[in-house]
Nanobody, 118 residues
Framework: QVHLIESGGGLVQTGDSLRLSCAAS????????MAWFRQAPGKEREFVAA????????NYADSVKGRFTISTDNAKNTVYLQMNSLKPEDTAIYFC???????????WGQGTQVTVSS
């Protein structure tokens, strides 16, 4: 079992920055990838970014490339999502997930709300 706890969400204005954190505990050695997804009201959950635990392979959704950066701190079993130049369309609940790949997420966090006002 792997437990994930997200933090760092909040209410910001267009153009502001936020950094989300996801702390993992438990059998993290069962997993290969840490990823961020988001779900806006009335929409399906969508992929945002992913990284392997060694930190040398990252992947981003086109909508966030150049604005968001995913990173890991293996000593803390924590993955971060630095979000810059935020837009109202980034408003969503952001979920951290882990699994063998970004398309096979096995464990999810509870989510953290990000709201970007115009």
């Amino acid at each position: 079992q792997v437990h994930l706890i997200e933090s760092g969400g909040g209410l910001v204005q267009t153009g502001d920055s936020l950094r989300l954190s996801c702390a993992a505990s438990g059998r993290t050695f069962w997993t290969t990838v840490m990823a961020w997804f988001r779900q806006a009201p009335g929409k399906e959950r969508e992929f945002v970014a992913a990284i392997n635990w060694s930190g040398d392979n990252t992947n981003y959704a086109d909508s966030v490339k150049g604005r968001f950066t995913i990173s890991t701190d293996n000593a803390k079993n924590t993955v971060y999502l630095q979000m810059n130049s935020l837009k109202p369309e980034d408003t969503a609940i952001y979920f951290c997930g882990t699994g063998s790949s970004s398309s096979t997420i096995r464990y999810w966090g509870q989510g953290t709300q990000v709201t970007v006002s115009s």
